[in-house]
């Protein structure tokens, strides 16, 4: 897949995100208050903050697909990591106060929520845990942790909304708090989503190695280039949706210096025709003897 095709697939996901989220905000709060259930309400803010995490997204995605400039000679890719903090930040703060108003409701229970909120709730599960599915299988295609960050918070979206169903419920058979402890762990749950999503974040800025089966393939490719004798070193480094590699390998000794300058010239491109690799430096070392015999 080409670099531009996972960006616009990246963006159109990330879009469709923004506008399914605010349709389940609106449902969720509204039918939440009408029909008095703190679980869904909670649920709701969860949503909300689902809406302003995916604006973060398109953002950052929007950043991060810039070419690069004078400013920035390796591109713009870690902005998807800047998203992702903000997404971790709305998370956290949307938990808090969900968490807030439940412990309130916990002292000084409500009336029993309307079946319909159950409804919603339950008619909220399947699609999230649709876009969730989807959403992941997309982040893996293309690399992107923005896309994974918003398949996090759709998964813990759709838990939730079982776990509100479940209070509502609760209400109904005698569990006067049912709703309001729903409300908490739907607040926990939100909570440890935003932890984990700035964990990940955390560590895109850390420029971590790409993973193993990636690093085989570059190794292998380069490999397979005519002259190259041995590979010594594969250095990689992820940054956002892109990979980029350091590589040393060995020629024969004997070889002059424009022939070895060919070889490597040949790695570079090989190696940069592997999906999401932007960037190649090849270093040029001679066989030992040993090698040569």
């Not at 973060?56 to 950043?63: C, D, E, M, T, Y």
């Not at 902005?79 to 997404?87: D, F, L, N, P, T």
């Not at 106060?97 to 319909?116: C, D, K």
């Not at 762990?185 to 440890?192: D, E, H, T």
């Amino acid at each position: 897949m080409t670099s531009p095709e996972s960006g616009r697939q990246n963006q159109e996901a990330a879009r469709s995100n923004v506008v399914f989220n605010l349709v389940l905000m609106v449902a969720k709060l509204g039918i939440g208050i009408i029909g008095q259930s703190q679980a869904l309400i909670a649920d709701g803010l969860h949503s909300g903050a689902d809406v302003l995490s995916s604006i973060a997204v398109v953002i950052g995605l929007a950043v991060a697909g810039r070419p690069p400039d004078s400013g920035h000679h390796y591109g713009h890719a870690k902005a998807e990591a800047i998203s992702q903090k903000v997404v971790a930040v709305f998370l956290l703060l949307a938990g808090l106060e969900v968490a807030n108003s439940a412990i309130q409701g916990l002292s000084h229970p409500g009336a029993r929520p309307a079946w319909i909120t159950f409804g919603v709730a339950v008619a909220a599960m399947v699609p999230k845990g649709f876009m969730a599915v989807s959403q992941r299988r997309l982040a893996k295609k293309t690399g992107s942790h923005g896309i994974l960050a918003s398949a996090v918070d759709n998964q813990m979206d759709a838990v939730s909304s079982f776990v509100a169903a479940l209070g509502i419920v609760a209400t109904h058979v005698g569990l006067r708090i049912g709703d309001s402890l729903a409300a908490l762990i739907v607040a926990v749950l939100v909570m440890w989503a935003g932890v984990d999503v700035f964990r990940t974040a955390a560590l895109d800025l850390m420029d971590p190695a790409a993973d193993p089966d990636t690093e085989t393939e570059i190794r292998q490719t380069a490999l397979g280039c005519r002259g190259v004798r041995r590979i010594t070193t594969v250095r990689t480094r992820v940054s956002g949706t892109e990979v980029r590699a350091d590589l040393e390998i060995e020629v024969d000794r004997a070889l002059s210096l424009v022939a070895a300058h060919e070889i490597a010239h040949a790695v570079e491109d090989a190696v940069m025709g592997l999906d999401r690799v932007r960037g190649v430096t090849v270093h040029v070392n001679p066989a030992q003897e040993d090698d040569m015999a």
